[in-house]
């Protein structure tokens, strides 16, 4: 069994308490062993950075560029090696796997460009003979605190504007995930990263988690993940002064007009209800039909549901992997359970067995259902959409805003009008037209609003504002 340790400084670390990652397609097949940290991991962590902060601050750009752009070619040379881990450790499908694992590879490219691209403001003093500069620069030490549901995309594009805008990082990433984060870890350290800039904390959110959170020494955190994880560390950082970015949950609307087109409307629907087995937080979890269509549109979907192949995510034949993991398939098949006592019908749910031991499911559709029921207010992060039907195109963008999240909203119509009213008032930081709600270019800001996201933006140039911290310098030039 392959072990796996913490990088801190120039060293693979270990702290023993090896934990084993388990593939959840099968659960016989154990992918390596991690040693997972404590507090006094970070500590060291912490101390590694401090030292390699002022180097890294005030480093060439041309270095931050050409560390991060051999990042990025060096994951594009290994994307079937990475991808192939990606789809054993989270379960979702090798094609899934492969295409996350360019994605990272694209966001570090794009990021080594902004490492060269950054730019201040020379203005005019309102005073004679005084030139005032607008500068930004890094904020110091950044926390990253990342999910399991892209275990490669969202550590990369936390560490790399991080580290284009000159911060020193130590991540932990998810307890059922740590495969994606220690390879970005081996293809930093091998691609010239100086020791301490990036440093590799494994280990539990509640241990780990808790200590980067809470250390006097970072300066910000980013954080995606849950709501409740979320809120608490908003909490803390509020306490602390620390800044703070959270991307969290959502339940987002995909709204179905009359005018819509069903060849497009029902494959961006199940794309973006059940593929990467809904686990993503653009998934469409809340389709909003309009009356018209809403037959003719319930009986293409779930046509198209039971007709996609559940399997062992490494099975090319394979489009929805399994579940994550025990606990997240008990907690679908509970709401499979719920949305059947709100009284839905319930097409589709069941737990599967099949030839391997692992989390299967079949993808779920809860038809006949409102707005105000359990099942479309709380985020189920898995395999699952409820259908609501509603009368027209004022109830479809109520219903839609009517939620504590704000994340991703989309609308398959082929009314202009309508399109361009749904941009204007969905309550959500992206909005889809005649798209699936998943699935975003990673050059353009991403997050959500409401009880989605919290703090600036990521992705794309907007990444600058949580990275650095501006200052303002006055020049006496007489
Ligand atoms: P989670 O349980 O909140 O965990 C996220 C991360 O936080 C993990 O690394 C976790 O460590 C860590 N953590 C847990 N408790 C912590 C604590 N007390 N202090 C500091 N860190 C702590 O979320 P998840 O189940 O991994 O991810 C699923 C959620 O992520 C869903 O709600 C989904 O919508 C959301 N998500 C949002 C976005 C977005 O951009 N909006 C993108 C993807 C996912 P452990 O793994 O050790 O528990």
Redesign the pocket.
């Known amino acids: 069994m392959t072990k796996h340790d913490n990088l801190i400084g120039a060293e693979w670390v270990s702290f023993g308490n090896y934990q084993d990652n388990i593939n959840p397609s099968d659960i016989s097949d154990v992918i390596g062993t991690y040693s997972y940290g404590d507090a006094s991991s970070v500590e060291a962590a912490v101390e590694a950075a401090k030292s390699a902060f002022p180097a890294w601050r005030d480093a060439s750009p041309q270095l931050r560029h050409d560390v991060l752009d051999a990042v990025g070619n060096t994951i594009a040379s290994r994307k079937d090696e990475i991808g192939r881990l990606l789809s054993r450790e989270e379960g979702k499908t090798l094609a899934e796997g492969i295409g996350e694992t360019m994605r990272a590879s694209q966001v570090f490219k794009f990021f080594a460009g902004e490492a060269l691209r950054q730019v201040g403001d020379l203005q005019a003093s309102v005073r004679p003979d005084i030139e005032v500069e607008v500068t930004r620069e890094p904020v110091g030490i950044v926390g990253l ?6 275990p490669i995309a ?1 550590p990369a594009w936390k560490i790399a504007p991080a580290l284009a805008y000159g911060n020193c990082v130590i991540i ?5 995930t740590p495969g994606c984060a220690h390879v970005i870890a081996e293809i930093l350290h091998e691609c010239g990263c100086p020791p301490g800039v990036f440093n590799l904390v494994m ?4 241990v ?3 200590a ?2 809470t250390h006097p020494d970072i300066s910000a955190i980013s ?8 809120h ?2 908003a909490e803390t950082c509020g306490r602390l002064r620390k800044k703070v970015q959270l ?4 339940k987002n609307p995909m709204v179905v007009l009359n005018d819509a087109d069903l060849s497009v409307a029902v494959p961006a629907c199940v794309n973006g209800t059940f593929f990467s087995t809904g ?4 998934a469409s979890s809340r389709l909003v039909v309009e009356a018209g269509i809403h037959d003719e549109f319930v009986e293409a979907v779930s046509k198209a549901m039971q007709s996609l192949k559940i399997g062992d995510a490494l099975d090319q034949a394979t489009q929805i992997g399994p579940v994550v993991d025990a606990t ?1 398939l008990n907690s679908n098949l509970d709401y499979v359970d719920l949305a059947k006592t709100e009284a839905a019908e319930v097409i589709g749910g069941e737990r599967l067995e099949l030839a391997a031991k692992g989390f299967y499911q079949a993808p779920a559709l809860f038809v006949g259902t409102s707005n105000d029921m359990r099942i479309n207010r709380e ?1 189920i ?1 898995g395999p699952c959409g409820s259908v609501i039907k509603v009368a027209d195109f004022d109830e479809a963008v109520a219903v839609a805003n009517d939620t504590e999240f704000g ?1 991703s909203a989309g609308i398959c119509t082929q009314s202009l009008k309508h399109a361009r009213a749904f941009k204007r008032q969905a309550a959500a930081g992206m909005v889809m037209v005649n798209l699936p709600t998943a699935g975003v270019d990673y050059h353009v800001p ?3 609003r409401k009880g ?2 919290f703090g600036a933006r ?1 992705q794309g140039r907007y990444a600058v504002e949580f990275y650095t911290t501006v200052k303002t310098s006055y020049v006496f030039a007489g």
């Open positions: 605190i990342t999910p399991w549901n892209f969202i932990k990433p998810a307890d059922l280990g539990r959110g509640s780990v988690g808790e980067i959170v954080f995606t993940g849950s709501v409740a994880t979320g608490r560390i991307e969290m949950g959502g686990q993503r937080c653009t997240q985020e992060f994340l991403f997050g959500g989605s996201s990521e």
